[in-house]
T-cell receptor
Framework: DQQVKQNSPSLSVQEGRISILNCDYT??????FLWYKKYPAEGPTFLIS?????DKNEDGRFTVFLNKSAKHLSLHIVPSQPGDSAVYFC????????????FGKGTRLHILP | GAGVSQSPRYKVAKRGQDVALRCDPI?????LFWYQQALGQGPEFLTY????????KSGLPSDRFFAERPEGSVSTLKIQRTQQEDSAVYLC??????????????FGDGTRLSIL
């Protein structure tokens, strides 16, 4: 039973356009959400996070939106650049219970020239 | 180096052998986590240390898996009598503190374990 779901295994976006990666979760105890980026043969790199008390967090080209009622979050990258091609993992944790992070299966983003 | 360091990067072992994977966390990080990542999947939690104390080992798949962090710094994940299903990338992560704080975990590059 997957608690964090990334239903799109892959996504292709034209360079310069907006990339939108989606994530759904089932556990209402989750209160902290993260996005990690992973290049081949490297470990995941922290990208951006959001606490459940917010609905939006922005850092440069990256914005994460959280819709708690729908148990849905999304990562927007604008404008998309070639170096953004990677696998993106959505992750969630329940900070008041433990610090275990539950990851989705990832979405492979291809930025097309 | 300022990041999480894992060794070896690659390990090939025959079924039935014991293996030991090492993790050097970022200096000063209190919390240390081990994850297992199978091909095409996201990382899955194995175990968690706060300093030298192993606070959660609920993700360890069997009693063949054992982790330690005796001095609250370097950690070792040991797998005894390896099986083919143990083949995966083993990731280590560390963070400043694991107690209800919004501190992201920083990952090493992992050890790719292949059991023949």
């Amino acid at each position: 039973d997957q608690q964090v779901k990334q239903n799109s295994p892959s996504l292709s976006v034209q360079e310069g356009r907006i990339s939108i990666l989606n994530c759904d979760y089932t556990n209402s105890m989750f209160d902290y959400f993260l996005w990690y980026k992973k290049y081949p043969a490297e470990g995941p790199t922290f990208l951006i996070s959001i606490s459940s008390i917010k609905d939006k967090n922005e850092d440069g080209r990256f914005t994460v939106f959280l819709n708690k009622s729908a148990k849905h979050l999304s990562l927007h990258i604008v404008p998309s650049q070639p170096g953004d091609s990677a696998v993106y993992f959505c992750a969630a944790s329940a900070l008041n219970r433990d610090d275990k992070i539950i990851f989705g299966k990832g979405t492979r983003l291809h930025i097309l020239p | 180096g300022a990041g999480v360091s894992q060794s070896p990067r690659y390990k090939v072992a025959k079924r039935g052998q014991d293996v030991a994977l090492r993790c050097d966390p970022i200096s000063g990080h209190v919390s240390l986590f081990w994850y297992q990542q199978a091909l095409g999947q996201g990382p899955e939690f194995l175990t968690y240390f706060q300093n030298e104390a192993q606070l959660d080992k609920s993700g360890l798949p069997s009693d063949r898996f054992f982790a330690e962090r005796p001095e609250g710094s370097v950690s070792t994940l040991k797998i005894q009598r390896t099986q083919q299903e143990d083949s995966a990338v083993y990731l280590c992560a560390s963070s400043w503190t694991g107690t209800s704080s919004n501190q992201p975990q920083h990952f090493g590059d992992g050890t790719r374990l292949s059991i023949l």
